[in-house]
């Protein structure tokens, strides 16, 4: 109504006074509150979550008013935990408070863009062309090509309608496919666990044409290796409520309060239970406040601290105070008691591989897998034994796959030996390397041999080769922590204070931590272990995951763990939470996300070695395996290069390939049908006479480009992208800011199996296609940019390691202006795909190339020694030596209709996961009830809802019938009942619709090794400790030592201490600091409070809170010697680019290094750089990956691929960079030139 009259009569009012004038009484209108009072109206409540990788996964309401969302608040009904343990909510954040704002927001996509310069190149072709032969005539034209690569990410954006761009999209991929091969088609989307529905979207698609589905948990530097090396597991933590059982509790770079925000109450709570608490990480952090004591290293020297700290374990509690409760635990768990040969190297011994069945005259008596059957001395009378329980018992025959104390050859009872001493029949000295005697930069280098020769006690074993001197682990591990046992030699230490490697004394010279802190910590946390039976645990994370030598850090930490018992037990363990990797109904999603329903295997590549090879920066790098190879290794038994390595593995079989093959997949079948030889053979002869080549030989090569990228649900330029200077320079072919020469101009030694091209070449991707709901940094290097739906706008799922529970997104509004759900974005492309196809693709045959994967039979491919087919060591045979090789048909006309229904594979295969495999057939008619049929009778797969319910169907986790199948069929291979783990839920079949009601819990499978129970919370290890399941490792058991060739040959067959490596990056670049004063300092980036990643990063709210902007951290000490102020303007720069921020100077961080958030996007208050003259670069353009050798290994047990399993990893924090102050800070607010282009 019109308040005209009020406003009139505004100087008449009524006003009196009370309580003697102290107050007043007024008469006005009152309405403008209203405002205050509606702004918390709405019309409904619909529960959602975040898909974001902060493995929070939090249950929301999101509150709608007039179909527009206007706040969101946490949801408070999880169901309730038991009467000992405090409840899950509220879970949530200030990040995840705020995402409404993102919906409504000028940073939101709208509608579907395309970068002007390549839409009229298309629309001028497409006028008087087919789509296919649009999309070659400018492809096929290098004017045309380097017209609209040059300018990606200079802005240039027009809008399109939905049918053309899906037509430029579908075109190229036929075009690439018709003219290449599919596995030029390339896909990046990480964490499926965060929405699964919307990562199955694209890789559904992909996998059904061909496409290759690029991994992201090793790429992000997420995956912990050790993880795979220890358990043959990718990783499996308990949940957070677990901590609340812990009695002793090891912060170890993770900061739990910043990045674990929702869980963080259990671990703020367990303390008012007397739960000792102690903080290891080398800033003050948000972490370290909670601490009953903090332990800062020196960076990256976490490594000689665990050592130190198992030093002090194993002496006291394992040798001079021997622990009743460790000694049983190691002895029926670990691989303690394993025996291990030792081969002669000079006049001393180094330690070999582990002795097996296949060494003895008549193999033990074993016919099947003698090969991977490992033996041990029997306690009583030191005869040999054949514990149950190897992998080779695993393949081939069943019932003998178990921990049970048992020798498998008849089944007596045995209790195996774990020391040789005192029954020894010699004493060997064995050498030990050492490599704490070199360190770059800032490190400390400690005076010691490189050799470190320790007497172990030995017993001879008669093989079928000879008499062989044996050791068990156990003896070994304690030679390498330099214990002195009385066995006489030297380089040990009788007393923790001396300077031996490994004792408290020398971890404090390399971290700066105080010997007694050391040796109170260690011991403290092995008597808590022992007395409670193994609750000790230590929470791990990205500060000690994201150095080069990762794996020797956990592997350090980890055999803490085990030497005293905690991993399996309730209140123990590990706890690594590093990216949302829990998908917990992981086996229902598979065959949904790699269209395992129609075609069988996908393509999947390692991003982490794809990366290296095609953004070039293998070209750039200055480090070698003579850097890396143990002293005791023959340095002429790998090759020298990085890249050299990489391809040798993947020529034997170890890591996949991307793209494959020279030559089109396509039409590889023909060739071989024409020359009478099945295809594999075929492959297999090509590649042995050189009529084929693997792409990964020459990627600088043209038709060894990868042609097409698809990126969703992810920044991968603007948040994950190490190296991000070479991905604009060689990939997009665009403005860049690489600093450094390559090898080729710097005159370094070049790989001897990758082919060099003088010139590389730059653009190699014809086209790269963006999907997401905010202008991110990758969206703005991108040729087309699709709006996706945001997480209040489509249906999905959600789960996590942090807690037992699915959630559900829900569409609480429809999707705002014309963006899409995931799900019917690329249900639009493979509808336009399968109409474009027509006439230049139909029914194809398709040879693939797989791995040999972890998990299947072909793990047990390659038993001894490493045999190089082309070096001549063996033949070519897939599956054995070299890659599986598959042929696939694909019906490219058909992949809409392939798309949307469920194929029929499930129910002739069936399915399943990690080695084990159930019937489907009543699950696929009962998704025929669920989502109807289509014409051929198939279950319907139209929505993004029936993709979740075919999720929830399949899988064990949500499905009690299944469950029940699944565990039966385990326990045909452990000849143990498993049943009953989850007989109580059998009749559980969870839907969508429940979920949206409340979150509910998992049902125990076989998929995971622990139990989700009302009398137990979640805890990795537990069904092997308690059910006696092995381990999926070599010896079935959790392993200290790894004696794979390439282990032993890197000196890493034991947990050592290795320092950070020098990369290189500062030589050659110092003299562009001028005189201005600047300092080198170590480079690491961190998880940020006000981002999760480069989410929220530009949002708003968050940007409020903190400086917003790009900042880097920096010590006073190190600000002050080069005249830094807080917050003046920085440039960090070294060889691989350059970045501009500002400076926070703060006393919680240690001289020497710097740290900048991750990720803080490009986009966001960034000025010009004035080394480049470009706009200021992004976390990674000062990163570079770096491969490590070791996680190139194959065909090995646990050591073999998997997809996000085991592969190259993208370190990212043994980066030095050069800090100095800005003189003038540029906007760069005039218009781009060309000219201003550098190199």
């Not at 991994?215 to 609340?244: H, I, K, M, N, R």
């Not at 709570?269 to 332990?295: H, M, N």
């Not at 931590?513 to 109170?520: G, K, L, N, Q, Y």
């Not at 190190?1118 to 501009?1140: H, Q, R, Y």
Request: glycine residues 8%; negative net charge; charged residues 20%.
């Amino acid at each position: 109504m019109s308040h005209f009259l009020d406003r009139l009569a505004f100087f008449r009012k009524n006003i009196d006074s009370f309580s003697g004038t102290h107050g007043v009484v007024t008469n006005e209108d009152r309405t403008w509150e209203e405002a205050y009072r509606s702004r918390w109206a709405h019309d409904k409540v619909v529960r959602s979550t975040h898909g974001v990788n902060c493995t929070g996964s939090c249950s929301w309401k999101i509150h709608v008013k007039g179909g527009i969302v206007t706040w969101e608040t946490q949801q408070t009904d999880y169901p309730r935990t038991r009467p000992d343990l405090p409840n899950h909510e509220p879970r949530g954040c200030a990040r995840g408070a705020s995402y409404s704002w993102y919906l409504y927001s000028a940073n939101r996509v709208k509608y579907p863009l395309v970068r002007r310069r390549l839409v009229e190149l298309w629309r001028a072709e497409r006028a008087t062309k087919a789509p296919v032969e649009a999309w070659a005539a400018i492809v096929e034209d290098p004017a045309k090509a380097r017209h609209y690569k040059k300018v990606r990410g200079l802005g240039g954006f027009v809008r399109a309608q939905w049918e053309e761009v899906e037509e430029i999209i579908a075109a190229a991929n036929v075009y690439t496919a018709k003219t290449h091969g599919p596995d030029r088609i390339v896909g990046f989307s990480p964490i499926p666990a965060m929405s699964m529905v919307s990562y199955a979207a694209g890789s559904r698609y992909l996998s059904l044409i061909g496409g290759v589905n690029l991994s992201f948990y090793d790429w992000y530097c997420d995956l912990p290796p050790a993880s795979p090396q220890t358990w043959g597991e990718q990783t499996d933590v308990p949940e957070s409520a677990d901590w609340y059982n812990s009695t002793f509790l090891l912060l170890w770079g993770s900061n739990v309060p910043q990045t674990r925000t929702p869980d963080a109450h259990f671990y703020t709570e367990v303390r008012y239970k007397g739960t000792k608490s102690v903080v290891i990480c080398p800033d003050y952090s948000e972490a370290a406040k909670f601490a009953d004591l903090w332990l800062h290293p020196k960076q990256g020297t976490d490594a000689a601290l665990a050592m130190a700290m198992g030093h002090v374990i194993l002496k006291e509690f394992h040798l001079a105070g021997r622990s009743e409760y460790f000694d049983a635990y190691c002895r029926k768990t670990t691989d303690m008691p394993m025996l291990v040969r030792l081969d002669r190297r000079g006049e001393a011994f180094v330690p070999g591989r582990l002795l097996r069945a296949a060494d003895l005259d008549g193999a033990m008596g074993q016919a099947n897998n003698p090969d991977w059957k490992t033996l041990a001395f029997e306690e009583a009378d030191l005869s040999l034994a054949l514990p149950n329980g190897s992998i080779g018992f695993r393949w081939g025959e069943s019932g003998k796959w178990n921990i049970e104390e048992k020798d498998a050859r008849d089944g007596h009872e045995v209790r195996l030996a774990l020391t040789l001493a005192g029954r020894e029949e010699a004493m060997a000295s064995v050498a030990f390397p050492y490599f704490g005697g070199s360190a770059p930069a800032t490190f400390h280098a400690t005076d010691h041999a490189a050799m470190l020769h320790r007497n172990v006690p030995v017993r001879t074993v008669q093989t079928k080769d000879g008499p062989v001197q044996v050791a068990t682990v156990f003896d070994l591990m304690v030679a390498n922590y330099g214990i002195d046992r009385g066995f006489g030699g030297g380089n040990v230490a009788a007393s923790l204070d001396d300077d031996i490697p490994y004792t408290p004394a020398w971890a404090e010279a390399v971290t700066g931590v105080s010997r007694h802190h050391i040796a109170t910590v260690a011991r403290q946390f092995a008597e808590n272990a022992d007395k409670t039976h193994g609750k000790s645990m230590v929470i791990l994370g990205a500060g000690v995951n994201h150095w080069y030598h990762m794996d020797m850090i956990y592997r350090g930490i980890i055999n803490m763990l085990m030497m005293c018992g905690c991993i399996g037990q309730s209140g123990g363990g590990w706890s690594h939470y590093v990216g949302q990797e829990k998908l917990r109904p992981q086996t229902g999603w598979l065959p949904l996300a790699f269209a395992l329903d129609w075609n069988r295997p996908p393509r999947q590549m390692n991003s982490t070695s794809f990366f290296y090879a095609h953004s070039s920066q293998w070209r750039y790098e200055k480090m070698d395996t003579s850097a890396l190879l143990s002293p005791l290794a023959d340095a002429g038994a790998l090759p020298a290069s990085l890249i050299d390595c990489n391809v040798k593995a993947e020529r034997m079989g170890w890591l996949p390939s991307a793209p494959q093959l020279e030559a089109n997949p396509l039409g590889i079948a023909a060739k071989a049908e024409a020359a009478g030889q099945a295809v594999p053979a075929y492959v297999a002869a090509q590649l042995a006479s050189g009529g084929l080549k693997l792409s990964a030989e020459d990627p600088d090569a043209a038709q060894n480009f990868p042609r097409n990228m698809f990126v969703w649900r992810s920044n991968l330029l603007g948040a994950s992208g190490k190296g991000h200077e070479y991905f604009l320079k060689y990939l997009l072919g665009t403005d860049h800011g690489v600093l450094g020469k390559d090898m080729g101009h710097e005159g370094g030694t070049k790989p001897a199996e990758v082919a060099w091209h003088d010139e590389a070449p730059t653009g190699k991707l014809d086209l790269l296609v963006t999907l997401d709901f905010r202008m991110s940094t990758t969206c703005v290097y991108s040729d087309i940019v699709l709006p996706t739906a945001t997480w209040y706008e489509k249906h999905d799922l959600n789960t996590s390691d942090m807690h037992p529970f699915i959630h559900p997104l829900s569409a609480a509004v429809d999707p705002a202006w014309e963006s899409r759900s995931d799900w019917e974005i690329y249900k639009g492309i493979a509808r336009t795909f399968s109409r474009i196809a027509e006439g230049h693709l139909g029914r194809e045959r398709d040879v693939v190339l797989t791995p040999i994967m972890h998990d299947t039979a072909g793990e047990l491919a390659q038993p001894y020694d490493v045999a190089d087919w082309k070096q001549g060591d063996c033949a070519p045979v897939p599956g054995r030596t070299m890659a599986n090789v598959t042929l696939v048909e694909r019906d490219y006309p058909a992949t809409y209709a392939r798309f949307t229904s469920l194929g029929p594979l499930l129910g002739k295969l069936g399915n399943g996961g990690k080695g084990i495999g159930w019937n489907t057939e009543h699950e696929v008619a009962l998704l025929g009830g669920l989502n109807g049929t289509n014409a051929e009778g198939r279950p319907r797969i139209e929505t993004d809802i029936d993709a979740a319910e075919v999720i929830l169907s399949l899988a064990p986790e949500t499905n009690g019938e299944v469950a029940v199948k699944a565990w039966a069929a385990l326990g045909k291979q452990t000849g143990r009942d498993h049943t009953h783990l989850a007989r109580a839920r059998e009749d559980d079949k969870i839907r969508f619709r429940d979920l949206q009601a409340q979150p509910r819990k998992i049902i125990s499978s076989p998929t995971w090794s622990g139990l989700e129970s009302e009398h137990v919370s979640y805890n990795a290890g537990y069904t092997n400790v308690h059910e006696l399941i092995p381990w999926r490792t070599l010896t079935g058991r959790q392993q200290f030592y790894q004696d794979h060739a390439w282990m032993r040959a890197f000196g890493e067959a034991l947990a050592v201490y290795r320092p950070p490596i020098d990369t290189h990056t500062l030589a050659g670049v110092r003299g562009l600091a001028d005189e201005r004063p600047s300092m080198a300092l170590n480079f690491l980036t961190p998880h940020q409070k006000w981002g999760i990643h480069s989410t929220y990063s530009d949002n708003l709210l968050m940007l409020t809170l903190n400086r917003g902007g790009p900042v880097v951290w920096i010590s006073e000490i190190d600000a002050k010697s080069i005249g830094l102020v807080d917050n003046d303007w920085i440039e960090v720069f070294n060889a691989n680019g350059s970045l501009t921020a500002r400076a926070v100077v703060s006393q919680r961080i240690p001289s020497g290094m710097c740290m900048m958030y991750h990720a803080q996007e490009k986009i966001v208050n960034v000025p010009g750089s004035e080394i480049t003259g470009l706009r200021g670069g992004i976390h990674n353009s000062v990163t570079r990956v770096c491969p490590k050798p070791t996680h190139m290994i194959g065909g090995y047990a646990q050591l073999s691929y998997g997809f996000n399993y085991y592969g190259t990893v993208g370190s990212n924090r043994d980066e030095f960079v050069v800090v100095r102050k800005m003189l003038e800070v540029d906007w760069k607010e005039a218009p781009h030139r060309e000219a201003e282009t550098v190199k």
